[in-house]
């Protein structure tokens, strides 16, 4: 159900990512982050393959470190190499998902302005930054980072 109490369609599509990070379900997304029924269906895909090219990019030395050691794909990769690899699956899809909502709960004000769907809790930019907070913890996780870094000056 979505905020406004409107069914949510869920929609069948996956993105494909770049064979090593695994690929993405709209149908998830829209399921496990309750997104609101009003974005049209190219606006999650584009949400989503948006944050799903930025954490790829922010995560790239990872990737080419774990290639290095011989994994081709984090989703099937030997366990002996990489430990913990369904602990890396699930931290990158939320590093993704949190960017996909946090990008697109800043854009929800230009979706619907009638007034019996306002909703704050959809407005509020602290929501969007909220989101996006999580998915730079969870990127600094995958990069074996805490969740803030201090240098002496």
Not at 42 to 65: H, P
Not at 102 to 119: G, V
């Amino acid at each position: 159900m979505s905020f406004s109490g409107n069914p949510t369609k869920f929609a069948e599509r996956q993105i494909e990512n770049d064979g090593f990070w695994p690929n993405f379900s709209l149908a998830q997304f829209q399921e496990a982050y309750r997104l609101p029924g009003e974005y049209l269906v190219e606006t999650l895909v584009d949400g989503l393959t948006t944050a799903m090219i930025e954490v790829n990019q922010d995560l790239a030395r990872l990737k080419a470190r774990w290639q290095a050691v011989g994994v081709s794909s984090v989703e099937s990769a030997d366990p002996m190499v990489l430990p913990e690899r369904t602990f890396h699956v699930a931290t990158y899809k939320r590093a993704v998902y949190c960017r996909a909502k946090a990008n697109l709960l800043t854009q929800f004000a230009t979706i619907t302005r009638r007034e019996s769907a306002e909703n704050t809790g959809k407005e509020l930019p602290e929501r969007g930054e909220t989101f996006l907070e999580f998915s730079q913890q969870a990127v600094r996780s995958l990069q074996g980072r805490g969740r803030i870094t201090a240098v002496l000056l």
